[in-house]
């Protein structure tokens, strides 16, 4: 299925409902690189986010007074550690709507966590002549795990394909289940085009059709909107702390407790054991199973401030500057000659906006737009699949944060004017 | 943190030779009949480049580029394959030896005749990101000289 360029969006209902959203958080001068740096133009938060100063705080806060092993010591500070890790533990749980927060387990990030269901539920539950379903717009880090799995497994490894305007084809998923799929994985929202992703419908799709477990890669939604694990309806959703404000290096699984109780260790070592003898081991009950060695507890703080820093300005808030600004992106880069968009309309997306322009290839665009000041992704966004499908080698990709505001989509549009006067106007 | 680049600096880097090997490449194709092909892919960015070269002798006769990419890389590969026709396997060394100089700001090597039009791609040296993408049609070269050899 070959996907359509999509640059013209009807002034439809859906479309005008947006002037309904206003782009009005004022919060920049919250992140101290941004403040630091007035020309700068960060339109690239679907890679990483910026840091809002209470994160950093946070941080160098337990470095100072409790930083400790956290699960080690008899010694107060060690309490204290441990304490401060458990109690980041909590907030994250509450912020994602996980009633039982011991089902939250800490990883490095979403992908770590997809490997660790791969790895391990996926080790032990799927054999020779399984059915492995991805879609074709997921990330390489919700896909290539699955196709290892699926060849070490002797799996089917099956790819859902899309529809025209980038949406999971939900026909074509329906063709591809039955009794022998054991796993459904696929992305709450694309990374490289916006995509939001019906999840109940898919969800009610296959636990119709099928016995699989159902595995969500939520790095690009929990950083953007109210998500609650407990009402999703999938077994396990996987998501990033350093896309949500939070730093580097710290993210988290979610599962469901009768499943994670069951499945093997992904790791182990330290911590994630109960008794170990010279012939045999006992595991440590959730979430330390799967938390083999010291856990990085300081960015578990740092990302419990950040989801703090979060709720404090309220996630349909967020969603709501976003879509404003996605709005206003669209259509002032669709009147754009030559600029093709690529994906959903604004109302059916998050604040990631891909798009080419005429022949100028997008690490050019990139180039002359960091001369601009204005940071956005070029490449294939780690969706080698998808980029196939568009027949395309790359696009670029504004994403927007609740950091933005109409000064970036001004610098954006100047910085593609500007391509094109560098470039002249070669239509494809 | 690292100042945005300039105007100056942007407009040095696209030069109007190096849009004009972007839009009308020179020796794009293919070799009916080539003693060595290699493909290499960027997997950063996906680009991706193919390279055929018939010899006669010791000389690269005659070559032909395939493939994909930025203007950088695409320009680099054109300007390449004009260059080294006619060369020897030597010549040809000690001008790739000279433009990896280029691409790592030596400005000796911005002044050396024996780079031609290449030289227009000096500008690049200022922006680290893309220097792989001007050296992709290089290291082909290198290796279809190596597979050779």
């Known amino acids: 299925m070959k996907l359509r360029r999509n640059s013209e969006f009807p002034a439809d209902s859906k479309v005008r409902r947006d002037s309904e959203f206003a782009a009005d958080l004022k919060v920049r001068p919250d992140f101290p690189l941004l403040a630091n740096n007035p020309g700068l133009h960060y339109l690239d938060s679907a890679a990483t986010s910026q840091k809002p100063r209470v994160v950093l705080d946070a941080l160098r806060d337990f470095y100072e007074t409790a930083n400790a092993n956290p699960h080690r010591g008899a ?32 990883t490095r990030g979403t992908t770590e966590g997809l490997n660790l269901v791969a790895g391990s539920w996926g080790m032990a539950n799927v054999s020779s002549g399984d059915e492995i379903v991805v879609t074709a717009m997921d990330h390489h880090a919700n896909f290539v795990p699955w196709q290892v799995l699926a060849m070490r497994r002797g799996a089917k490894f099956r790819v859902c394909e899309l529809t025209p305007d980038g949406k999971i084809d939900l026909e074509f998923l329906s063709g591809l289940l039955n009794k022998r799929t054991k796993i459904v994985a696929f992305s709450h929202v694309s990374n490289a085009l916006g995509t939001i992703n019906p999840i109940a419908e898919i969800a009610r799709l296959v636990r119709e059709k099928t016995d699989a477990i159902l595995v969500c890669d939520g790095a690009q939604s929990a950083p953007h909107f109210p998500v609650s694990f407990d009402s999703l309806g999938v077994d396990f959703y996987a998501f990033s702390g350093h ?35 010279d012939d045999r081991t006992t595991w440590n009950v959730l979430p330390h199973k799967f938390e083999a060695g010291t856990p990085n507890a300081a960015n578990a703080v740092g990302l419990a401030a950040a989801v703090e820093y979060l709720d404090g ?79 395309v ?6 994403s927007f944060y609740v950091y933005n505001d109409e000064s970036d989509i001004e610098a954006l549009v100047a910085g593609i004017l500007k391509a094109r006067e560098i470039f002249g106007y070669a239509p494809v | 943190m690292p100042q945005p680049r300039s105007a100056a ?94 691409m790592l700001g030596n400005a000796s090597a911005a002044d050396d005749p024996q780079l031609g039009q290449l030289r227009a791609l000096s500008g690049v040296s200022r922006f680290p990101a893309r220097v792989k993408c001007a050296l992709l049609a290089w290291n082909a070269l290198e290796s279809a000289l190596g597979e050779r050899s």
């Open chain 2, 9 to 102: 600096e942007i407009g040095a880097l696209y030069q109007e030779m190096i849009l004009d090997h972007y839009r009308r490449p020179r020796n794009k194709g293919t070799l009916e009949k080539a003693d060595a092909s290699v493909e290499m892919k960027n997997p950063l960015c996906g680009d991706e480049i193919g390279l055929q070269v018939a010899f006669d002798g010791d000389c690269v006769c005659d070559l032909r580029f395939s493939g994909r990419g930025c203007s950088i890389s695409q320009a680099s590969a054109s300007m390449m394959t004009q260059l080294v026709k006619g060369k020897t396997t030597e010549e040809i060394d000690a001008i790739r030896k000279q433009f990896r100089e280029l």
């Open chain 1, 75 to 106: 010694y107060s500070l060690s309490v204290r550690a441990t304490e401060c890790y458990h109690q980041s533990r909590i907030r994250i749980a509450q912020f994602l709507g996980v009633a039982d927060s011991d089902c939250l387990i800490f």
């Open chain 1, 243 to 277: 896309k949500m404000l939070g730093p580097m290096g710290i993210g988290g699984l979610i599962g469901k407790r009768e499943m994670l109780e069951e499945m093997p260790p992904y790791q182990t070592g330290g911590d994630m054991i109960e008794f170990v003898h």
């Open chain 1, 313 to 391: 300005i309220g996630m349909d808030r967020v969603r709501a500057h976003e879509r404003a600004l996605m709005s206003e992106a669209q259509q002032r880069l669709a009147a754009i000659e030559g600029l093709h968009i690529y994906g959903p309309p604004a109302s059916e997306r998050s604040g990631v906006l891909s798009f080419t322009l005429g022949d100028v290839h997008p690490h050019d665009l990139a180039t002359i737009l960091d001369g601009e000041g204005v940071c956005i992704r070029a490449g294939h966004h780690c969706a080698q699949p998808l980029m196939r499908r568009l027949d």
């Open chain 1, 393 to 398: 080698p790359a696009t670029a990709r504004a």
